[in-house]
């Protein structure tokens, strides 16, 4: 007999999410992804101007801001024929990289760890033990047995209360948690210490973009004019506080989240062989050191591994018809085209058709549409996108970076290469992109300060700032490598104004519904035969989504295979 | 499973018992609390009554049309930092970005909390309501945000409205509102709305909001827009770091020009920090780092009423009829931003004029709220 269950709200997470799967013989028999909410920015930027547009799609997602805003300087510079200054290309990168570090330790400890981290179960632990630990896995400072003696004596405090705050009905005590109550320590200790550090090493995004969330980009470079004479500009001191952020934030990441990452994981080995899904995955590519324009100068090469195979990476061509396309077939929208046609981003339609229940409702009706995400596919493939798929490709191109770094994680987990292809692969895949593009920095840090050096501080090209300058009609297309996966925004000019823009992005490949021949996307097929030991409290499931990083949000409910709800069971 | 959360929450008394007080100490801080509030000796009593009573204040925070901006900002507070802030001050029972529960557990927190709290938590509400076609647009466990909106608001202290979503609907409410996105103090009425504009608001800001009410028990006092008086009475404008250049009318004519290397005022290249309230010139952001001016893109007004829609980002807002600090902000609302062409040195004379009278009306005013607390 099958049960449904529906996890609605998917927590931790950036948006609203909705899960329902059918479990059977302890396993998930079949599954659905919906995105419960939508706002049709698309539509909101029709006629405005397409220098404005980055500030209107930064606003898509807060938590990784900034990339959206990134994509859209290079669609508008791509469609307007602008070349923007090393500089400003540096910069951004600089901005994107202080992303990557935050919202992957962000990530990791308070978004994912409670699927790992038993918090209730730290209290069981011997201070001194965990001390002894902490200092075998790294030189971090803070691993005294009088540090994580205190913090037990706070957090048993917060526990006595009663009032458990942000740990409220967590599965604590399920049998899935398998981590010693030392490490779970450790785990509490650094989920405390990253919400410190995470507010630290934004500042870089603030120095340059003047706030964050949400810094401000420019059209054609970037606004921080480099000015070594005033207290204003880029100076020496703002340099000296961006080489500071960048040290701490390397020294965190390496002394802290990636011993931490190899520490849980492997006790969790098991999940090596869990959550693999499509074996599919897309890369556009981003990081560029000799312009956006010279893909080959890319840190993270573009390219698209079909069914696991590494031996091959194939080219990707954001700009050809048949290779990017959107279906709605289960979308809430409808195109002027028909129920099962794809359309590239560039003819790309937005039109609203809910065919959903009327909320208060129990259950999507799955067999029609169910959510507000579009349905991406590659040359008509299912496309995983993300850190995996990122790390991937640059393995499978042979690039040493990528070798060293995966390579040494296999051998210190003792597990095969295989061992990728799944939701512990996907996880690890986070962190050592992390350590990368934290390498990464240094050498932009570096190169910033050399061409400075050579008296080049220019930091925008506003030749064709002025929409007088531009053509009637231009389209363009550009990407970056968002956190959660390859991210697309296309655009169609006319009359100096927007006529078209279309976002196609990571959680759209990674969490939409099934396209015309039935293909499950990522999420789905990721969750099928996951084992589910209570349906109650299914934190598996939780396991491998949050492993994606869902840029999305919404409570489990059960009914049996009738459809009958199964009385709510209150676990605390 | 070993943990049960229906225990009895410490009171404030009980949480200075923890940290190693004594009795002694806490009847001290509590006259001395009575006196600063102007109290007589009867009300003494009254306070210790409801410091040792009262529960830790619990928190609701929905989240619905957003983009997660705020609760990003929220974590970037430096003053207090934000787990202290979760350990120490409040009780966030329920929000969807941090909690550890999913699904049907997760809404049994906020269920929890609203039944055994009735009347006495704080709502905190992050993004805008779609209101068009039966709330459809955004639902969570399956229920419309509006639904949701409604039945948390009917027993909340105080509803928090954070950032420009949800105190006027910012961005998804920009023309043509395809989903009609609306702000909260349009759907809800007969409940304290604290209006928590930007986009985001300041993460200290945030805070700043939070600590007020748990360590005054009060609301914060609010502009006739519900605005924090403390964060939004005063124009970015006025507190900038370019203003004197704006005065001596040096002006960035294009980005990377030399003006721009120089630090000049970036009026000219679109800056809204004319028609702008907001505390980003004062507290400036994460941790006074920067601003968005100071890092020479100008400020694009994120929150005020209807950003979107008064005019493109890099075009000169001509000039500030009535605008200044001298006008309150209830007649900056009405008026449009780009109208005439004259007036730079008249504005800022009024302005100088005016100033004299503005702080000599907040002195007032701050007396006023003294009484009244």
Known sequence: MSQRIVIDPITRIEGH?????????????????????????????????????????????????????????????????IVVPPNAEIVRNLMFATLYMHDHVVHFYHLHALDWVDVVNALKADPKKTSELAQSISNWPKSSTGYFSDLQKRIGKFVESGQLGIFTNGYWGH??????????????AHYLE??????????????????????????????????????????????????????????????????????????????????????????????????????????????????????KVHEVNMREDIEIQEFINK????????????????????????????????????????????????????M???????????????????????????????????????????????????????????????????????????????????????????????????????????????????????????TTWNASPRDPQGQMSAYEAALMDTPIADPERPVEILRTVHSFDPCMACAVHLYDEEGKHLSRVKVL | MAVQTDQKRPTYFEEVMRKGYERRDFLKFCATMAAYMGLETSGVAQITDALMNKPRLPVIWLHFQECTCCSESFIRSSHPMVADILLDQISLDYTETLMAASGFQAEAAMQDTMKKYKGEYILCVEGSIPTAADGVYCCIGGKSALQILEETAANAKAIIAWGSCATHGCVQAAKPNPTKATPVRKLISGKPIINVPGC????????????????????????????????????????CQRRPYYDAGMF?????????????????????????????????????????????????????????????????????????????????????LGVTAAGIAAHAIMTNVRKKELISDLIGEGKETEKEI
């Not at chain 1, 049998?175 to 509490?188: M, R, T």
């Not at chain 1, 359309?343 to 507000?372: A, D, M, Q, R, V």
């Not at chain 2, 001016?293 to 008064?310: L, R, T």
């Not at chain 2, 005019?311 to 009535?322: D, I, N, Q, T, W």
């Open chain 1, 17 to 81: 999410l909705r899960i329902e799967a059918d479990i059977q013989n302890g396993k998930v028999s079949d599954v659905y992804s919906a995105g419960t909410m939508v706002r049709l920015l698309e539509e909101i930027l029709r006629g405005r101007d397409p220098r404005d547009a980055w500030a209107y799609v930064g606003r898509v997602c807060g938590v990784c801001t900034s990339t959206h805003s990134l994509a859209s300087v290079r669609t508008v510079e791509d469609a307007l024929g």
């Open chain 1, 175 to 188: 049998s899935a948690y398998k981590l010693p109550a030392e490490v779970n320590l450790i785990g509490l």
């Open chain 1, 194 to 311: 990253a919400l410190e550090w995470q507010k630290e090493i934004v500042k870089i995004q603030t120095i340059f973009g003047g706030k964050n969330p949400h810094p401000n980009y420019l059209v054609g470079g970037m606004a921080c004019a480099i000015g070594l004479d005033d207290v204003s500009a880029i100076n020496a001191e703002r340099l000296a506080y961006i080489k500071q952020l960048l040290d701490d934030g390397k020294r965190f990441i390496e002394q802290v989240y990636i011993p931490d990452l190899l520490a849980v994981a492997s006790f969790y080995k098991d999940w090596g062989a869990i959550g693999g899904g499509l074996g599919n995955y897309l890369v556009y590519g981003d990081l560029p050191t000799n312009g956006f324009r010279d893909a080959s100068s890319f840190k993270f090469p573009a390219g698209a591994i079909l069914n696991k195979d590494l031996s």
């Open chain 1, 331 to 382: 979308s809430w929208y409808s195109y002027e085209g028909g129920e099962n046609v794809g359309l590239h981003p560039w003819k790309g339609e937005t039109k609203l058709n809910y065919t959903g229940p009327k909320p208060p409702y129990e259950h999507l009706n799955t067999e029609e549409k169910y959510s507000f995400l579009k349905t991406p596919r590659w040359k008509g493939h299912a």
């Open chain 1, 384 to 506: 995983e996108v993300g850190p995996l798929a990122r790390v991937l490709v640059g393995y499978a191109k042979g690039i040493p970076e990528f070798k060293e770094v995966v390579d040494s994680a296999l051998k210190h987990l003792d597990v095969p290469a295989t061992a990728l292809f799944s939701t512990l692969g996907r996880t690890a895949a986070r962190g050592l992109e992390a350590q990368l593009v934290a390498n990464w920095a240094q050498e932009f840090y570096d190169q910033l300060i050399q061409n400075i050096k050579l008296g080049d501080t220019r930091m925008a090209n506003t030749e064709k700032f002025q929409p007088d300058t531009w053509p009637a009609q231009a389209k363009g297309v550009g990407h970056a490598e968002a956190p959660r996966g390859a991210l697309g925004h296309w655009i169609v000019i006319e009359d100096q104004k927007i006529a078209n823009y279309q976002l196609v992005v990571p």
């Open chain 2, 200 to 239: 985001p608001p300041i993460g200290e800001v945030m805070a700043g909001v939070i600590v007020h009410v748990v360590t005054f028990g009060t609301i914060p006092e609010l502009d006739s827009l519900g605005r924090p008086k403390a964060f939004y009475s005063k124009r970015v404008h006025d507190s």
């Open chain 2, 252 to 336: 960035v004519e294009t980005f990377d020009d030399e003006a721009a290397k120089k630090g000049y005022c970036l009026y000219k290249v679109g800056c809204k920090g004319p028609s702008t309230y907001n505390a980003c010139g004062v507290m400036k952001w994460n941790n006074g780092v920067s601003n968005p001016i100071i890092s020479g893109h100008g400020c694009i007004g994120c929150s005020e009423e209807n950003y979107w829609d008064n005019g493109r980002l890099y075009e000169r807002a001509s000039v500030f009829p009535g605008f200044g600090i001298e006008s309150n902000a209830d007649t900056v609302g009405k008026v449009a």
